[in-house]
């Protein structure tokens, strides 16, 4: 199983970003896919999350509204749509793949993609 997150870059505070998740090696459509970040000196932190067959979709308080997790199950594809960020969204930005039921716990995840980065300044 392999994830290959994209996307991540530079923009202003009140801009938007799309990441992307690419996975190959499974059957896409059965995993429960979350997005994940870490800032440096912190624990990696749930973003959102979404179950693979209903898509059934799930966010943390923190990026309710502006954040949209979705799929298209039919390119192996997983997305985060980022609006209004602000400089606390800033982090390196993880997908992540469960057998497990739609879960915010990391360690309920067993497959990562290396991460990418977003930064938002002020």
């Known amino acids: 199983v392999q994830l290959q997150a994209s996307g ?3 923009v202003q505070a009140g801009g938007s970003l799309s990441l992307s998740c690419a996975a190959s090696g499974l059957t896409f459509s059965s995993l429960n896919m979350g997005w994940f970040r870490q800032s440096p000196g ?22 309710k509204g ?14 985060l749509q980022m609006n209004n960020l602000k400089p606390e969204d800033t982090a390196v930005y993880y997908c992540a793949g469960t057998f497990r039921g739609l879960t915010t716990t990391i360690y309920e995840y067993d497959y990562w993609g290396q991460g990418t980065q977003v930064t938002v300044s002020s």
């Open 8 to 10: 991540g870059g530079l």
């Open 66 to 79: 502006r954040f949209t997790i979705s799929r298209d199950n039919a390119k192996n594809t997983l997305y």
């Open 42 to 63: 912190k624990e990696r932190d749930f973003v959102a999350a979404i179950k693979g067959s209903t898509r059934t979709t799930y966010y943390a308080d923190s990026v």
